[in-house]
């Protein structure tokens, strides 16, 4: 059956504490039972005791049984217990008097010939030897209660009967109201819970669930929206990169449309300037393309990765030896800090070589002319630490957050027509992790960005 969750756990919860009050209930009624008639029965024994120096002193008075034979009615005088002064003790108030124990008893003769009371005489009875001089007169036997019969037995049975069934009943009762309240208190969150979910799986990505306690639930729901929104943050950026995308390729799609439809209407000339021109738009589409291929393979792990042992110094001097004429022609000072002795690192040149082509061709393209890149490196804690600082203009401080986000390029000046299309930054957060190590960014005392690099400094 299709339950919902709420009255399952009602449903199991009830039916536990019935059962449990049945057999409660079963049990006490089957204890009371052999324990009530236990108890007669042990109360009829000391009657049975009691009763014994009573027929004997009958037996001693009269010589033989013949005066019970002859007067029924002594029997049950000869019962009575006696006692040192010949009162009556007040056994009619024993709970073997009230339940009619001795007339249960049975007086045999020597040869087990009735005498006298009951008149069936029970094979598992219990008996007494009716002993006068030595010698064995009769036998005093006692049929024991197998059940209860009388009407006092039977009303305090059944009142101890009802009682059990009452605390079963109020279990119940009680059990049924705890599994409705836990049903419904406990089971409420998760419900909202299961809602939402279907709600996320539907697309509703900024669903909440409200947290109403610190429990194991509180955690679900907490656990629940932390999901929802990342859930949502992704949407928002997958949406935000297929905008991007779509914005980036139009551009340099858009100019060689337009200069190849000049060349075709004969507006413009094929010459050496227009094939640089048109090569130049290629090489932005190439760029693009291939920048996009590796943020694909490194965020599903297979950007792949040639390690070996080199000197990271020696190709810093190289990298900072291709950017000479550049920034030269920029307008920008080198100034490099790298000192003499090596910086040995585990690493793929390949990759290496690409993060920090990356880092020049963002100063070179946004330092204002007159400035200056400053490089420094260092060994530090198993690794190399690089320092690239460039001057004015800087990054506010809302964006440095984002600075390696893909497609993120910051407003104002840095953010120029000659910019990128903003996936330098995020491709080199990609291969110094590669490399066990971080990239970070904050702002330089030159006035312009901070960009440090650590490599193989943090645990693999």
């Given at each position: 059956?299709?339950?919902?969750?709420t009255?399952?756990?009602?449903?199991?919860?009830?039916?536990?504490a019935?059962?449990?009050?049945?057999?409660?209930g079963?049990?006490?009624?089957?204890?009371?039972d052999?324990?009530?008639?236990?108890?007669l029965?042990?109360?009829?024994a000391?009657?049975?005791?009691?009763?014994?120096?009573?027929?004997?002193?009958?037996?001693?008075?009269?010589?033989?049984?013949d005066?019970?034979?002859?007067?029924?009615?002594?029997?049950?005088?000869?019962?009575?217990?006696?006692?040192?002064?010949g009162?009556?003790?007040?056994?009619?108030?024993?709970?073997?008097?009230?339940?009619?124990?001795?007339?249960?008893?049975?007086?045999?003769?020597a040869?087990?010939?009735?005498?006298?009371?009951?008149?069936?005489?029970?094979?598992?009875?219990?008996?007494?030897?009716?002993?006068?001089?030595?010698?064995t007169?009769?036998?005093?036997?006692?049929a024991?209660?197998e059940?209860?019969s009388?009407?006092?037995?039977?009303?305090?049975?059944?009142?101890q009967?009802?009682?059990?069934?009452?605390?079963?009943?109020?279990?119940?009762?009680?059990?049924?109201?705890?599994a409705?309240?836990?049903?419904?208190?406990?089971?409420?969150?998760?419900?909202?819970?299961?809602?939402?979910?279907?709600?996320?799986?539907?697309g509703?990505?900024?669903?909440?669930v409200?947290?109403?306690?610190?429990?194991?639930?509180?955690q679900l729901?907490?656990?629940?929206?932390r999901?929802a929104?990342?859930?949502?943050?992704?949407?928002?950026m997958?949406?935000?990169?297929?905008?991007?995308?779509?914005h980036?390729?139009?551009?340099?799609l858009?100019?060689?449309?337009?200069?190849l439809?000049a060349?075709?209407?004969?507006?413009?000339?094929l010459?050496?300037?227009?094939?640089?021109?048109?090569?130049?738009?290629?090489?932005?589409?190439?760029?693009?393309v291939?920048?996009?291929?590796?943020?694909s393979?490194?965020?599903?792990?297979a950007?792949?990765?040639?390690?070996?042992?080199?000197?990271?110094?020696?190709?810093?001097?190289?990298?900072?030896?291709v950017?000479?004429?550049?920034?030269?022609?920029?307008?920008?000072?080198?100034?490099?800090?790298?000192?003499?002795?090596p910086l040995?690192?585990?690493?793929?040149?390949?990759?290496?070589?690409?993060?920090?082509?990356?880092l020049f061709?963002?100063s070179?393209?946004?330092?204002?002319?007159?400035?200056?890149?400053?490089?420094?490196?260092?060994?530090?804690?198993?690794g190399?630490?690089v320092d690239l600082?460039?001057?004015?203009?800087?990054?506010?401080?809302?964006a440095?957050a984002?600075i390696?986000?893909?497609?993120?390029?910051?407003?104002?000046?840095?953010?120029?027509?000659?910019?990128?299309?903003g996936?330098?930054?995020?491709?080199?957060?990609r291969?110094a992790e590669?490399?066990?190590?971080?990239?970070?960014?904050?702002?330089?005392?030159?006035?312009?960005?901070?960009i440090?690099?650590?490599?193989g400094?943090?645990p693999?």
């Amino acid at each position: 059956m299709n339950l919902p969750l709420t009255a399952k756990l009602f449903a199991a919860v009830l039916s536990t504490a019935m059962a449990v009050a049945v057999a409660m209930g079963v049990a006490a009624h089957i204890n009371l039972d052999r324990g009530f008639l236990g108890y007669l029965n042990e109360q009829a024994a000391q009657r049975l005791d009691m009763a014994l120096p009573g027929v004997v002193a009958g037996y001693r008075r009269h010589g033989s049984w013949d005066f019970l034979r002859q007067q029924p009615g002594q029997w049950f005088r000869l019962l009575r217990p006696a006692t040192g002064d010949g009162s009556d003790p007040g056994m009619q108030d024993s709970p073997a008097e009230l339940t009619g124990a001795n007339r249960r008893f049975t007086l045999l003769d020597a040869r087990r010939q009735r005498v006298a009371g009951f008149e069936r005489v029970a094979a598992q009875g219990l008996e007494r030897a009716v002993v006068v001089d030595g010698a064995t007169v009769g036998w005093l036997v006692m049929a024991p209660f197998e059940s209860v019969s009388s009407a006092a037995e039977k009303r305090f049975a059944q009142a101890q009967t009802r009682a059990s069934w009452a605390v079963g009943l109020g279990a119940t009762l009680l059990a049924a109201g705890v599994a409705f309240w836990a049903s419904r208190r406990l089971l409420r969150p998760v419900q909202r819970v299961a809602a939402a979910t279907h709600r996320l799986a539907a697309g509703d990505y900024q669903i909440r669930v409200h947290e109403t306690s610190h429990d194991e639930v509180g955690q679900l729901a907490q656990d629940f929206n932390r999901l929802a929104h990342t859930l949502q943050r992704n949407e928002l950026m997958r949406r935000e990169f297929m905008a991007d995308v779509s914005h980036e390729l139009r551009t340099p799609l858009g100019v060689l449309h337009g200069e190849l439809e000049a060349l075709e209407d004969g507006v413009r000339q094929l010459d050496a300037a227009s094939l640089r021109s048109l090569q130049g738009e290629v090489a932005t589409l190439n760029k693009l393309v291939n920048d996009l291929y590796d943020l694909s393979l490194a965020d599903v792990g297979a950007l792949s990765y040639r390690k070996v042992d080199l000197d990271l110094q020696d190709l810093l001097r190289s990298t900072a030896g291709v950017f000479a004429e550049r920034l030269q022609a920029a307008g920008l000072r080198l100034e490099l800090r790298l000192g003499d002795r090596p910086l040995p690192l585990f690493g793929d040149e390949r990759r290496l070589q690409q993060l920090f082509n990356n880092l020049f061709e963002n100063s070179c393209r946004y330092t204002d002319a007159g400035g200056t890149l400053q490089l420094a490196a260092r060994t530090e804690g198993g690794g190399v630490v690089v320092d690239l600082q460039d001057s004015a203009p800087g990054v506010a401080g809302e964006a440095l957050a984002r600075i390696f986000d893909r497609f993120f390029r910051v407003e104002g000046s840095r953010n120029r027509a000659s910019g990128g299309a903003g996936l330098g930054l995020s491709i080199c957060q990609r291969i110094a992790e590669a490399h066990d190590g971080r990239i970070t960014a904050q702002a330089s005392p030159l006035g312009g960005l901070w960009i440090r690099v650590a490599l193989g400094t943090e645990p693999a």
